[in-house]
């Protein structure tokens, strides 16, 4: 791991290197990342790559359905009461026979297996990320 100095940041005359065009605060606020609680996990036979049809619990938001590739990492069994990030207002998605909902985000793994985002602490379901 590369020597970050004292505090987490790069030694002096090092500049971390940028992770994208910068976007606006409103951009930001305008993404519905919030909280659900997995209810539901199905197989999914038809996708291209191994994949978890999703049913999460938002709370006063409803319950919404989501496209999963993440078996590498989940049984069905370790997700079911799992909270989860998701992206809820993307417009719907088609995939195959199943129509994805919701986003929910994770982390690629150097593998490209994906470790879910979630909360560190249980809050409700449908809390926006702040």
Same mark, same amino acid.
């Given at each position: 791991?590369? /020597?970050? +100095? =004292?505090h !987490?940041y ?6 971390p ?6 976007? @606006?605060?409103?951009?930001?606020e305008?993404v ?8 539901a996990v199905d ?13 999460v /619990?938002f +709370? =006063?938001? !409803? ?8 078996t ?5 069994? @370790? ?20 129509r ?7 982390f690629?793994?150097?593998d490209?297996?994906?470790v879910?985002a979630?909360?560190?602490r249980?809050?409700p379901?449908?809390?926006r990320?702040?």
């Amino acid at each position: 791991m590369e /020597d970050r +100095g =004292d505090h !987490g940041y790069p030694p002096p005359g090092r500049m971390p290197r940028p992770v994208s065009d910068p976007i @606006a605060w409103a951009d930001f606020e305008r993404v519905e990342l919030r909280v659900g609680t997995i209810i539901a996990v199905d197989d999914f036979p038809e996708a291209r790559k191994p994949a978890w049809k999703l049913t999460v /619990d938002f +709370g =006063d938001l !409803g319950t919404r359905r989501s496209s999963a590739q993440i078996t590498a990492l989940y049984t069905r069994e @370790a997700l079911i009461g799992r909270q989860v990030l998701a992206v809820l207002n993307f417009p719907a998605k088609q995939i195959g026979p199943f129509r994805s909902e919701v986003l929910v985000t994770g982390f690629a793994r150097e593998d490209g297996a994906i470790v879910l985002a979630q909360p560190e602490r249980s809050v409700p379901n449908g809390a926006r990320l702040a």
